[in-house]
């Protein structure tokens, strides 16, 4: 069985480390000469658009799936009129725009903060009365990590935020004052079998995820879960999910959702009976789902711009370092390190640990 990826980052890297021991061959769909994955399988060198090279994916993958959500949704399209593209091309195109994603969170009756799109400065100046302040002003494609995106705090914000996205279509969006900042990563095949994974409870520093821990029986699970399936139901959806949310008083909105595996599950590849790279594939080939039970407390720390020591990382006992083979550079997520343990107090030591590990090479 081959699998074909849009993408050869270290979504696709991990993802592809999971299915060797599945029998799995690999093809990668890249325009980068030294992506990360490349070494794992095939790497089709070129632009996602490439009309030879998607015909050669089309014609020689089982099934495709892809790693980021800003590969063009034409390209999915038209692998999915030749082969089977998982998730779909509607899952990616409406995880794509902001708006569009916001707009179908509430056709679902997923809450949401209070937004606009504006596509004009004085558009913007008309709608921040109705959105109040704080809000925050955001690209509606391409964003990702904090990119595209600024916090509006008065008026004499506005004309400067709007000259940083340089004219592209925009949304403002009401700041919520959370208190805590969560997501549910779940799986779906297409038989319509569902798991979920226990809650992740995320911290982020500069728009970027920094630690995200595994909260087993969180009192938010059950509406997690509920507001997960709903969403995966409504797009008929085929592989993992991350739904991101807000905590606010004890009732959860909906931030945004990747169709891909997420950066705050990398914690699964030690801390659950079945990895969320795993049922991803598992979910894509219709395979029966793995068990998304935790092992222990676990949780994961990334490193950013800089790689660690990994005699450091070895050193420490419980955590396990994962290395991109990516170069380091600003802003740039080059490595992670995850840490089971069997208590909340050792978990809570080797995370500290870590952190600290993690803000000697930062480079933000």
């Known amino acids: 069985m081959i699998v074909g990826i849009l993408g050869a980052g270290q979504l696709a890297r991990m993802i592809a480390l999971a299915g060797y021991p599945l029998g799995l061959k690999f093809i990668f769909l890249d325009p980068s000469k030294d992506s990360c994955a490349t070494g794992l399988g095939e790497h089709l060198h070129g632009a996602y658009d490439d ?155 500069g728009g970027i995820l920094r630690v995200a821990q595994s909260r087993v029986g969180d009192p938010m699970q059950q509406q997690a879960e509920t507001y997960v399936l709903c969403l995966l139901e409504a797009l008929d959806y085929v592989g993992v999910l991350a739904l991101e949310l807000f905590e606010v008083n004890g009732h959860l909105m909906a931030n945004e959702f990747a169709p891909r595996v997420h950066n705050s599950g990398h914690w699964t590849i030690e801390g659950a009976e079945t990895s969320q790279f795993e049922n991803h594939l598992r979910a894509i080939l219709n395979l029966p789902l793995g068990s998304t039970a935790a092992v222990g407390k676990s949780a994961m720390v990334n490193f950013i711009g800089g790689l660690p020591d990994s005699a450091e990382i070895a050193s420490i006992a419980q955590a396990h370092l994962h290395l991109y083979d990516k170069a380091p550079r600003k802003s740039r997520k080059v490595a992670h390190a995850t840490a089971r343990t069997e208590t909340p107090e050792q978990l809570a030591g080797i995370v500290g640990q870590l952190v600290a590990l993690a803000n000697k090479v930062d480079n933000t």
Do not use: C
């Open 51 to 205: 009309p030879k090279l998607l015909q050669q994916l089309a014609q020689r993958a089982d099934v495709v799936t892809y790693e980021f959500e800003n590969v063009p949704a034409d390209v999915a399209a038209f692998l999915a009129s030749h082969t089977q593209v998982h998730p779909s091309p509607k899952a990616l195109a409406v995880a794509q725009d902001r708006l569009t994603e916001k707009t179908f969170f509430n056709t679902i009756d997923i809450p949401t903060p209070l937004y606009a799109p504006v596509d004009s400065l004085e558009e913007l100046e008309y709608v921040m009365p109705t959105i109040g302040w704080p809000a925050i002003l955001k690209s509606r494609t391409q964003g990702y990590d904090g990119k595209g995106q600024s916090m509006l705090k008065s008026a004499t914000d506005l004309a400067g935020a709007w000259k940083l996205l340089d004219g592209v279509p925009a949304i403002v969006e009401a700041f919520v004052p959370f208190d805590r900042e969560i997501s549910i990563i779940a799986a779906r095949n297409a038989a319509g079998a569902v798991v979920f994974y226990p809650l992740s409870e995320n911290l982020h520093r």
